[in-house]
């Protein structure tokens, strides 16, 4: 229900902490004072007929226990928030409620070069006024002035009394359908799991956002949209292509509670590397200059964690990335031309390195992280290790194996997939010449094999080798 409400009566509120700002509805205050400025203004002309949207959080909870009972997911939501005092939660109009309160405690002052309307106050005098570097602030306003704001400048407010998460979630949706929200503020508001393990996560590494993405993008949320392709990613590796449908797709038909956990791991445990790489090594934000190539980074990182490697040294894996990257970026062949990294399935739409960035799609993803495969041989012990003792080979020729080999198997000519290279549960690196027999554990007695296919081979020596 509408309902005019004193702006005095807002400020109130919002100061007092009873306004709950929930990011599923809500960014958090977008607005510079030049914008609250022009609100508080249209506010004393009486020309601001755009209502602040609020759920009352008792009512709202009374609703939820007779519909669902004192057990469901709704009524707790609103408990939780009447237990710590708050009294609305904001749906929309956080910018506007935020800017009276600002403008209660003098925060910002209203513009003197422009004549403000004063709607409705009794003295003549007033009706048309300017303020001046001393009147400007609230505090400070003329006495006739501030008693009219306090006693009669009012704001529409729409009270929701009667609502569910899922009622909420729609009635955000429906305020925004005239608005341009982009894709993950629309899926911001999704009531679901995910929604709050990507806000969770982009509060956690917050430092590393704040490094790469602008303070406006970061409130867009295209920083979570970042987060939410890293998870649609890790969920397919380079199986399938990343765009608007698959991040929609995530939100709408989550995994059960084990994988999701098990995911939500994965994904935290690329971004704490990545987080700590970047943040104490590349101080100014521009060794790392676009998001494609943070996310080429992430992929690096969880082809090294899912084939359990440790990164050892994150200073010299973080400086070994940025000079593969501006390797594989500037590669050219003898002619001069830029390196092709892929082609599509008639040999045409050739990409090179940074064609392929300009995609989310699974060949382009895939095409970059083999570029960096390759560079692993350039990566010692120092740097990164396997979690696995057993092995006698140094890991950093695998890869060199495999472009040596034509990417297959040296026993069955089978093709080695790219997310298998470094895996030594599917792959091994075997001796030519068995080991028992006198063979080197050398690059040039060294072959890239699968795992199955090295365990039933035996230790005869093979034709052509002596």
């Keep these: 229900m509408h309902q005019r409400i004193l702006a005095k009566r807002i400020a109130e509120l919002q100061n007092d902490d009873k306004i709950y700002l929930d990011l ?5 205050e977008r607005w510079n004072d030049k914008q609250r400025r022009k609100y508080v203004k249209s506010l004393l002309s009486n020309s601001c007929p755009t209502p602040i949207v609020l759920a009352d959080v008792q009512s709202c909870m009374k609703y939820c226990e007779d519909t669902y009972g004192v057990d469901s997911a709704d009524y707790l939501y609103f408990k939780d928030k009447d237990d710590v005092g708050f009294q609305y939660i904001s749906i929309d109009g956080n910018n506007r409620s935020r800017a009276i309160a600002r403008f209660s405690k003098n925060t910002f002052g209203l513009n003197t070069t422009e004549e403000h309307k ?19 602030t609230y505090n400070t306003l003329p006495d006739f002035i501030k008693t009219h704001f306090d006693s009669n400048i009012h704001v529409v407010v729409y009270k929701v009394v009667e609502a569910s998460l899922t009622d909420l ?13 982009n894709p993950q503020e629309k899926r911001n508001a999704i009531v679901c799991k995910l929604a709050s393990i990507v806000r969770e996560l982009s509060q956690d590494f917050d430092k590393f956002f704040s490094l790469y993405w602008t303070k406006e993008s970061i409130k867009r949320r295209n920083h979570e949209e970042f987060i939410v392709s890293l998870w649609v990613h890790i969920q397919k590796s380079t199986g399938g292509n990343i765009n608007k449908s698959e991040r929609d797709y995530a939100y709408e038909f989550e995994s059960n509670e084990t994988v999701q956990n098990k995911e939500r791991q994965q994904v935290r445990d690329v971004l704490k590397i990545v987080s700590e790489c970047c943040v104490n090594q590349d101080l100014e934000g521009k060794l790392l200059p676009n998001e494609a190539t943070r996310f080429d980074f992430c992929m690096v990182v969880h082809y090294l964690l899912t084939n359990n490697y440790k990164i050892i040294n994150k200073r010299k894996f973080f400086e ?32 090179d390195y940074s064609g392929t960035q300009r995609s989310y799609d699974g060949g382009h993803r895939a095409a970059r992280l083999s570029a960096f495969v390759i560079e692993f041989s350039q990566l010692d012990e120092e740097v990164i290790i396997q979690k696995d003792s057993k092995r006698q080979f140094e890991t950093n020729i695998r890869p060199l194996l495999w ?21 030594g549960n599917v792959t091994h690196v075997d001796h030519i010449i068995p080991h028992a027999k006198g063979g080197l554990t050398t690059i040039e007695n060294a072959q890239l094999v699968f795992a199955d296919e090295n365990l039933n081979k035996s230790d005869d020596i093979p034709i052509g080798t002596i």
């Design 24 to 28: 599923s509805f809500q960014s958090e």
């Design 118 to 136: 004063i709607a409705g106050i009794e003295q003549p005098a007033y009706r048309k006024w300017k303020p001046t570097n001393s009147t400007r």
């Design 169 to 181: 979630c729609e009635l955000f949706i429906n305020i925004n359908d005239g608005v341009t929200l």
């Design 320 to 351: 070994w990335f940025v000079s593969s990257y501006t390797k594989i970026k500037n590669a050219v062949d003898e002619n001069g031309n830029n390196i092709i990294l892929w082609k599509d399935r008639r040999n045409l739409n050739a990409r």
């Design 403 to 423: 472009l040596k080999q034509d990417k297959k198997c040296a026993i069955s000519d089978k093709e080695i997939a790219l997310e298998n290279v470094m895996n």
